[in-house]
Every structure is written in structure tokens, then in C-alpha cells.
């Protein structure tokens, strides 16, 4: 099955800095998908993505769908402490498929 | 408010306790998932329902039975249930068939189990 690895699996930053994570797959999606999980919450959709090479941007959040179709970024610009979480990518394909996560600490 | 909403948020039962979680959407979506989230592990999908006909199960234990009763609702019964199957329960909904371009996913909150 389709598999996506994201990266890097943790990352600490002070606060203000900038954050970048990405998301790879074996196989080519036709959609991206950015969630937030907070601890003991569900995933919270971010960003949806639908068209390769798309630029989409919520606030301080920026994330695009790569031109291959295998890869997608998100970044976190000025990083504050509720950016805390763990941060999920995902695309659909015979079922939703999910990256393993990339816990962000922010330290104040 | 994710349009997903799920009940209990947190349970603890006993390993011969018999307990159901209960989720229900307000996305108009005809597809619903149960997934189990265990610490420091991907989600794991455990069944999906599309218009209301259970679609995949992915070996799930027997002691973990699902039901849907209609497009909004559904349920994961619980019994004698293990230890190990303590972990958060994420009820999910989208648009039904298979998922393809410009499909999204939304989650409840989660359901908080813990087996004693």
C-alpha cells in the first residue's frame, strides 16, 4: 500500500522561529491534506491541497503540494507556544492515507 | 468544532465490561471510520461504512464490534476488552466511494479509553 513518510519525526524551536516539515510518498496523490492533532484531541484539518504545485496559505501557515505529486511542505512562520502539537500529513487514495507525524515543541 | 462529535471523551472499563462509543457527523458526509491511536504509533483504520454498508475491516479483534444505523451515526461496541487496547478512538467522516481528489477527511475528538 501507499505509504507516507514525513520528516523530520520531532523538531524543539524557540519561539518566533520559522518551521519547516515535509511529507513524501511512494505513489502520486491527487490530494494533500495538513492536519494539528493537540494531546488528547482529534487531527484538525489545516490545509487542503487539490492541484499540483498549489500554494495555500491559513495565517501563518503556508503549504504546498509538490510538482511531483509525491510530496508536500508545510511551513509555520513566527512559531508561538499553541503551535504545539503534533502535525499530520495525509492523502486519499483507496483509503485515507496518514504520515507518521512530526511533534513540534515550542519553547518559549 | 469539527461537525464530528463523539461520546464519551474519556471511558475506563473494566476487561468484562461491556461500554459503546457513539459518533455522530453534521457534514452530510455518507462514509464514517473508526480509527485507534495508541502512543507513539501512526493511525491504525479499523472499519469504514460508506452509505452506511461496512466497506473495510482491517482484522480488527471480534471484541470490537461496529454498527451504523444511518449516514450520521455510529457506533464501536466494546467488550471484554484488553489492556493493550487502551488508546484514543478516532470516529472520522468525508464524502463516500473511494477517496479521490478534493475528498477530505474531518475527526471527532476523540473517544479516551482505558482498560483496567
Known amino acids: 500500500g501507499q505509504q507516507l513518510n514525513q520528516s523530520p519525526q520531532s523538531m524543539f524551536i524557540q519561539e518566533g522561529e520559522d518551521v519547516s516539515m515535509n511529507c513524501t510518498s511512494s505513489s502520486i496523490f491527487n490530494t494533500w491534506l495538513w492536519y494539528k492533532q493537540d494531546p488528547g484531541e482529534g487531527p484538525v484539518l489545516l490545509i487542503a491541497l487539490y492541484k499540483a504545485g498549489e500554494l495555500t496559505s491559513n495565517g501563518r501557515l503556508t503549504a504546498q503540494f509538490g510538482i511531483t505529486r509525491k510530496d508536500s511542505f508545510l511551513n509555520i512562520s513566527a512559531s508561538i507556544p499553541s503551535d504545539v502539537g503534533i502535525y499530520f500529513c495525509a492523502g486519499p487514495g483507496n483509503q485515507f492515507y496518514f504520515g507518521t507525524g512530526t511533534s513540534l515543541t515550542v519553547i518559549p | 468544532e469539527t461537525g464530528v462529535t463523539q461520546t464519551p471523551r474519556h471511558l475506563v472499563m473494566g476487561m468484562t465490561n461491556k461500554k459503546s462509543l457513539k459518533c455522530e457527523q453534521h457534514l452530510g458526509h455518507n462514509a464514517m471510520y473508526w480509527y485507534k491511536q495508541s502512543a507513539k504509533k501512526p493511525l491504525e483504520l479499523m472499519f469504514v461504512y460508506s452509505l452506511e454498508e461496512r466497506v473495510e475491516n482491517n482484522s480488527v479483534p471480534s471484541r470490537f464490534s461496529p454498527e451504523c444505523p444511518n449516514s450520521s451515526h455510529l457506533f464501536l461496541h466494546l467488550h471484554t476488552l484488553q489492556p493493550e487496547d487502551s488508546a484514543l478512538y478516532l470516529c472520522?467522516?468525508?464524502?463516500?466511494?473511494?477517496?479521490?481528489?478534493?475528498?477530505?477527511?474531518?475527526f471527532g475528538e476523540g473517544s479516551w479509553l482505558t482498560v483496567v
Open positions: 472520522a467522516s468525508s464524502h463516500p466511494g473511494s477517496p479521490g481528489a478534493g475528498n477530505t477527511i474531518y
